[in-house]
C-alpha cells in the first residue's frame, strides 16, 4: 500500500503561522499605499499642493505597474520562484518607501516642488515592488492552502491588508501630531518589519520545497512561453474576472484617497478630534486607538474560525452567540469615543476597509464551503452603486453612513470571491503571470482615477482652488511659517472662510464603473457554466467537465 508523504503544509498550525509571516508584508505596503488620505488636508494646507498635485502623488504608485512591470515580474516569479523575486520586489517597495519618507522630511531640499518630486519618485519605486508583493503573497497562500482553506486564507490575508489601509487612514494624523513627516516616516517603518517577517517565512518555503520535490503539482513544468500569456488573456472566464477587478478597484482604491476629505467639505466633519476623542493606552493615544482596530478584527476573525473548528451544531450557535455578546459588550463600552469618531473625517472614512475586515473573512469561508462566487461578486457591484449614489448625489447624513457601510462590505465581497477563482481558472504554474496581468489592467485603471479624480475636483470647484491659492499667498506674504500657515487655514476651513470642495462630479464618475462591474460580473456567470471552472461551486468540488477530463487523462 503507498503511503501519502506528508508535508509541512498539511499541520495547519504551519499553514496558518506562514499566513500571518506573509500577512506582515501586505499590512505594511496597504498601509503605505493609502495613509496619505489621512493627512491630504494637512499637506494642502502645510505642502501648499493642490488636490490635483495631492492625485499626481498618488497617481505615481502606479506608473511603472502601467507600463507592464508588474507582468514582467509575474513572470520572474513562475521562474525564479516566491523566495529570490521576493527578496529583489520586496528590497524596492522597502527603498521606494524610505525614499519618500526623505523627501517627505525636506532632506534633500525643502522646496515645496523638489519635495515633491521626491516623494513621487519614491512612490514610483514603492508602486514598482507594491504589487509584485501583494502577487507573492497571493502565490504564496495558493502554495500552502491549495484543498484546504484557500479563499479564507485570502480573505484573511486581504483582512490584514485591509487593516492597514484603515490603520494608515485613522491613525497618520495622530501619529504624525499635526505634522507629515512623523506619519511617512512611520508608514515606511512598517513595510521595513514586513519585509523582515518574508525573511523569517522563507525558512519555512525552502523546506517545503525540499519535502515536494518529485511529487506532482498542478499544471507542468516547462519554462514559461508568450503562448501562454497569450492563452491566458484570451481565456473568456479570466478576461471577465481580469475586467471586474479593474473596474471594482478603479472605484474604490482611489476614492479612499479622498473619502476623509469629502467627509470634511460634504457633511462639515471635523478633521482634528476632541481631546476626549481618542483612547489612551500606556500613555499613548495611538496605542489607545490602534486596540479598537485591533480589537475588531479579532472579534471578525473570531465569528470566522472558531464556530468552523467546534463539531457540534449547537456548539457552533453557542460560540456565535458569546462571540456576538462580547461584541456588543465592546461596541457598548466605547460608545462615546465612537460617537466622536463618526462626526471626524479621517476615522469615520476608515469604515470603507474596517467593513473588509469584518466581513472578508466571513465571505471567504462562505464561498470555501458554499461557492456561488459569481453571485456574491455581482452583489458586491450593486452595493458599489448603491454607496457612491448615497456620497455624490444625496445631502443625507445617514445615507452616507450607509453608504460607507456599504462600501465596505462591497470591499469584501468582490475580493473574498474574486481572487480564489482566479486559482480555479488558471493552473498553480501559471498563478504568478496571472495575477501579474491583473494587477496591471488594475493599475491602469488606478493611475487614471487617482490623477481623474483630484484633477475633476480641482476643475469642477475653481472659487475653492482660486480661495486657497489667495488666502496662502496672503499669509506668506506676512512672514508666517509653513506650519502657521497650515493651522491658520484649516481655523478657516473650519469657520467656512474658505469654502468646501463640491465631491459630486467626481463620484459620480464611480458610479458608472459599478455599472459597469456588474455587467462584467454577469458575463463571467455565463462563462463559466460553458468553461466549467466551477465558480459557483464550494473549493476543492469538481465540475462535470474537469472530472471528465482527467478521468480522459488517466485513461492516456
Not at 182 to 205: K, Q, R, S
Not at 419 to 444: C, D, H, Y
Amino acid at each position: 500500500m503507498e503511503t501519502i508523504k506528508r508535508t509541512l503544509r498539511d499541520s495547519p498550525a504551519l499553514r496558518w503561522l506562514v499566513l500571518i509571516l506573509i500577512s506582515g508584508i501586505t499590512f505594511g505596503t496597504y498601509w503605505f499605499q493609502d495613509f496619505f488620505s489621512g493627512i491630504k488636508p494637512l499637506m494642502i494646507t502645510e505642502m501648499g499642493i493642490t488636490s490635483s498635485q495631492f492625485g499626481t502623488l498618488i497617481q505615481w504608485t502606479t506608473w511603472a505597474n502601467v507600463f507592464g512591470m508588474i507582468i514582467i515580474g509575474g513572470i520572474i516569479l513562475d521562474k525564479w520562484g516566491i523566495r529570490l523575486t521576493g527578496i529583489v520586489f520586496g528590497l524596492l517597495a522597502t527603498g521606494g518607501a524610505a525614499l519618500t519618507a526623505l523627501g517627505a522630511a525636506g532632506t534633500f531640499s525643502t522646496d515645496t516642488d523638489s519635495q515633491l518630486w521626491i516623494m513621487m519618485i519614491g512612490r514610483l519605486i514603492f508602486g514598482s515592488g507594491l504589487e509584485i508583493m501583494c502577487v507573492i503573497a497571493m502565490r504564496t497562500i495558493v502554495k500552502w492552502f491549495k484543498g484546504y482553506e484557500l479563499a479564507l486564507a485570502m480573505a484573511i490575508n486581504m483582512g490584514f491588508g485591509r487593516l492597514g489601509s484603515t490603520l494608515g487612514q485613522a491613525l497618520s494624523i495622530d501619529i504624525g501630531a499635526g505634522t507629515i513627516t512623523p506619519a511617512v516616516n512611520f508608514a515606511a517603518t512598517l513595510i521595513g518589519i514586513g519585509f523582515l517577517m518574508f525573511f523569517i517565512y522563507m525558512i519555512f518555503d525552502v523546506r517545503l520545497d525540499r519535502q515536494t520535490k518529485g511529487l506532482p503539482t498542478d499544471g507542468d513544468d516547462e519554462a514559461f512561453k508568450l503562448s501562454d500569456l497569450v492563452k491566458l488573456i484570451t481565456n473568456k472566464s479570466f478576461l471577465f474576472i481580469a475586467l471586474l477587478c479593474v473596474t471594482f478597484y478603479s472605484a474604490v482604491f482611489p476614492f479612499m484617497q479622498y473619502a476623509p476629505d469629502l467627509l470634511i467639505h460634504k457633511f462639515n466633519f471635523t478633521y482634528d478630534l476632541p481631546a476626549n476623542g481618542d483612547i489612551v493606552l500606556f500613555g499613548s493615544k495611538v496605542l489607545g486607538n490602534l486596540s479598537i482596530y485591533l480589537g475588531l478584527f479579532i472579534f471578525a476573525l473570531a465569528i470566522t474560525l472558531v464556530p468552523s473548528n467546534i463539531k457540534s451544531k449547537n456548539g457552533k450557535i453557542g460560540s456565535i452567540i458569546i462571540i456576538l455578546i462580547l461584541f456588543v459588550g465592546f461596541i457598548y463600552s466605547l460608545s462615546d469615543t465612537l460617537s466622536l469618531w463618526l462626526k471626524n473625517g479621517p476615522k469615520t472614512a476608515s469604515l470603507i476597509p474596517l467593513g473588509s475586515i469584518l466581513f472578508t473573512p466571513i465571505f471567504g469561508k462562505i464561498v470555501d464551503t458554499k461557492g456561488k462566487a459569481a453571485s456574491l461578486m455581482i452583489l458586491g457591484a450593486l452595493l458599489l452603486i448603491f454607496a457612491h449614489l448615497s456620497l455624490s448625489i444625496f445631502d443625507n447624513l445617514i445615507l452616507g453612513y450607509l453608504g460607507l457601510i456599504s462600501l465596505g462590505i462591497a470591499f469584501s465581497l468582490v475580493p473574498a470571491a474574486m481572487w480564489p477563482s482566479v486559482a480555479k481558472i488558471v493552473a498553480e504554474n501559471r498563478l504568478g503571470t496571472a495575477f501579474a496581468v491583473m494587477f496591471t489592467i488594475q493599475n491602469w485603471g488606478l493611475n487614471a482615477f487617482f490623477k481623474g479624480i483630484g484633477w475633476v475636483l480641482d476643475k469642477s470647484n475653481p472659487d475653492v482652488v482660486a480661495k486657497i491659492e489667495a488666502v496662502r499667498a496672503s499669509l506668506e506674504a506676512q512672514g508666517l511659517s509653513r506650519l502657521q500657515i497650515s493651522e491658520k487655514m484649516q481655523q478657516m476651513q473650519v469657520t467656512h472662510e474658505i469654502p468646501s470642495f463640491n465631491y459630486t462630479t467626481p463620484i459620480l464618475m464611480l458610479v458608472g464603473l459599478g455599472v459597469l462591474a456588474i455587467f462584467l460580473a454577469f458575463l463571467l456567470k455565463k462563462a463559466d457554466k460553458k468553461q466549467g471552472y466551477g465558480l459557483e461551486l464550494p473549493s476543492g468540488t469538481r465540475t462535470p467537465q474537469q472530472l471528465q477530463a482527467e478521468s480522459q487523462a488517466n485513461i492516456e
